[in-house]
């Protein structure tokens, strides 16, 4: 079972999760960055162990945690030294402690993520000083999950076995969709799923995750660049709606799960009744495209040639208008996607990401093939990328 915290942890885990503060001290020892001010609880939970809010700020030969709030939650959850975990919500106190060393360089905080105010607030504490987005660095280095994290993505991957254990005893003709959903969310929860995701965007908004049947598989809303179905209103264009679920509907299932920080994110498409002809067809060409992948990714590749390989399949097999088609003439060139302390997270298997795969990254293989009149089928797996082979985590 993963641990939350290093507080109990065999000496050799414990080091590993330490080791990425040292890490990335010496990222920014040969940056152009004196120091980072860190605020996101993702990136604070990645180097500290806690989700107490504040602010961890890291100089290449020191760092401290300063909090706002939960003091004694986060001495008891981090696998740092807990002395160097405090208790000071000021920007100005903060920038006090790191000032002296900064003098006049570069300050690295996460602009991808915060507001241009409260990028503004960190520069006035600081004293003017230049800010630069370290998320880049940040991101790279998460990409290749450490043992600790792999087995937190495991845990997540049962849980979310659980939700299609659901669909499978309890889809029926006649529930509505979000009958359907709530019985799958049942079943994520009790077997530990935290009840949130996280994906690096502000203003993003999903819900509990894509579920669609029917002519709601054609519904796609342009909060996701995949199958979404309806919602339940305008206010969360995506997900399960109240629709009721005929014989012979095609169901789709894309609900992701969080266990102890960590994602499991995987689609099945399952049919109530018998599944028609075309539907076996169009699944079993997916299914090619999707195993023709997990056979070949290997560390080192190209995220754009992962997308190209998937395309080149498509054409081969036929159903290249079919693929990861949207309607109205639109297609998305993702294939799939990093998962772990983001749901969505680099790499992106895309035609535009040029950038190699890490060993012990993990990443979706997500897929679908859509046409306007037949409808749509889906089909999503998690892979740990290894040298000699990659491991199928759900």
Same mark, same amino acid.
């Given at each position: 079972m993963c641990a939350n915290s290093g507080k109990g942890l065999p000496p050799g885990r414990k080091m590993i999760k330490t080791d990425r503060l040292k890490k990335f001290q010496q990222t920014l020892a040969k940056s152009e960055m004196a120091g980072?001010? #860190?605020?996101?609880?993702?990136?604070?939970?990645?180097?500290t162990g806690t989700t107490q809010p504040g602010y961890?700020?890291?100089?290449?030969?020191?760092?401290?945690?300063?909090?706002?709030?939960?003091?004694?939650?986060?001495?008891?959850?981090?696998?740092?030294?807990?002395?160097k975990v405090l208790e000071e919500p000021r920007l100005e106190r903060i920038a006090e402690w790191g000032l002296p060393q900064l003098k006049t360089r570069c300050l690295g905080t996460e602009t991808d993520f915060l507001s241009a105010n409260q990028v503004d607030k960190i520069r006035r504490a600081f004293g003017g000083l230049t800010i630069v987005d370290v998320s880049p660095r940040i991101l790279e280095q998460r990409q290749g999950k450490d043992p600790e994290e792999l087995e937190c993505i495991r845990e997540a991957c049962r849980a979310i076995d659980e939700g299609h254990r659901a669909v499978m005893a309890g889809l029926r003709a006649g529930m509505t969709e979000l009958e359907l959903a709530a019985a799958v969310e049942r079943a994520h929860r009790l077997a530990g799923h935290e009840g949130t995701f996280f994906f690096r965007q502000p203003g993003f908004f999903m819900g509990?995750?894509?579920?669609?049947?029917?002519?709601?598989l054609l519904q796609l809303s342009g909060v996701l660049l995949s199958l979404t179905g309806a919602g339940l209103s305008p206010a969360m264009p995506i997900g399960p709606s109240r629709r009721i679920i005929q014989r012979g509907d095609t169901v789709l299932v894309d609900i992701p799960t969080l266990v102890r920080g960590y994602h499991a994110d995987q689609t099945r498409t399952y049919t109530v009744g018998k599944a028609p002809e075309t539907a076996r067809r169009m699944f079993a060409a997916l299914k090619t495209i999707s195993d023709h992948l997990i056979e070949r990714i290997r560390p080192g590749m190209e995220a754009a040639e992962i997308y190209r390989m998937a395309v080149e399949k498509s054409v081969a097999l036929g159903v290249a208008d079919l693929f990861l088609n949207l309607g109205q003439g639109r297609k998305t060139h993702l294939v799939g996607h990093g998962c772990g302390l983001e749901c969505n997270?680099?790499?992106? #298997?895309?035609?535009?990401?040029?950038?190699?795969?890490?060993?012990?990254?993990?990443?979706?293989?997500?897929?679908?093939?859509?046409?306007?009149?037949?409808g749509a089928v889906k089909l999503e797996d998690m892979i740990r990328v290894g040298r000699q082979g990659n491991e199928i985590l759900n």
């Amino acid at each position: 079972m993963c641990a939350n915290s290093g507080k109990g942890l065999p000496p050799g885990r414990k080091m590993i999760k330490t080791d990425r503060l040292k890490k990335f001290q010496q990222t920014l020892a040969k940056s152009e960055m004196a120091g980072a001010l #860190l605020s996101y609880s993702r990136d604070i939970y990645y180097y500290t162990g806690t989700t107490q809010p504040g602010y961890l700020a890291v100089l290449p030969d020191d760092y401290l945690l300063f909090l706002r709030n939960g003091l004694s939650f986060a001495r008891r959850e981090v696998f740092i030294d807990p002395a160097k975990v405090l208790e000071e919500p000021r920007l100005e106190r903060i920038a006090e402690w790191g000032l002296p060393q900064l003098k006049t360089r570069c300050l690295g905080t996460e602009t991808d993520f915060l507001s241009a105010n409260q990028v503004d607030k960190i520069r006035r504490a600081f004293g003017g000083l230049t800010i630069v987005d370290v998320s880049p660095r940040i991101l790279e280095q998460r990409q290749g999950k450490d043992p600790e994290e792999l087995e937190c993505i495991r845990e997540a991957c049962r849980a979310i076995d659980e939700g299609h254990r659901a669909v499978m005893a309890g889809l029926r003709a006649g529930m509505t969709e979000l009958e359907l959903a709530a019985a799958v969310e049942r079943a994520h929860r009790l077997a530990g799923h935290e009840g949130t995701f996280f994906f690096r965007q502000p203003g993003f908004f999903m819900g509990t995750g894509p579920l669609a049947s029917g002519p709601n598989l054609l519904q796609l809303s342009g909060v996701l660049l995949s199958l979404t179905g309806a919602g339940l209103s305008p206010a969360m264009p995506i997900g399960p709606s109240r629709r009721i679920i005929q014989r012979g509907d095609t169901v789709l299932v894309d609900i992701p799960t969080l266990v102890r920080g960590y994602h499991a994110d995987q689609t099945r498409t399952y049919t109530v009744g018998k599944a028609p002809e075309t539907a076996r067809r169009m699944f079993a060409a997916l299914k090619t495209i999707s195993d023709h992948l997990i056979e070949r990714i290997r560390p080192g590749m190209e995220a754009a040639e992962i997308y190209r390989m998937a395309v080149e399949k498509s054409v081969a097999l036929g159903v290249a208008d079919l693929f990861l088609n949207l309607g109205q003439g639109r297609k998305t060139h993702l294939v799939g996607h990093g998962c772990g302390l983001e749901c969505n997270e680099p790499p992106f #298997l895309s035609a535009r990401d040029r950038s190699r795969l890490p060993e012990d990254v993990v990443v979706t293989i997500e897929l679908h093939l859509l046409d306007d009149v037949q409808g749509a089928v889906k089909l999503e797996d998690m892979i740990r990328v290894g040298r000699q082979g990659n491991e199928i985590l759900n």
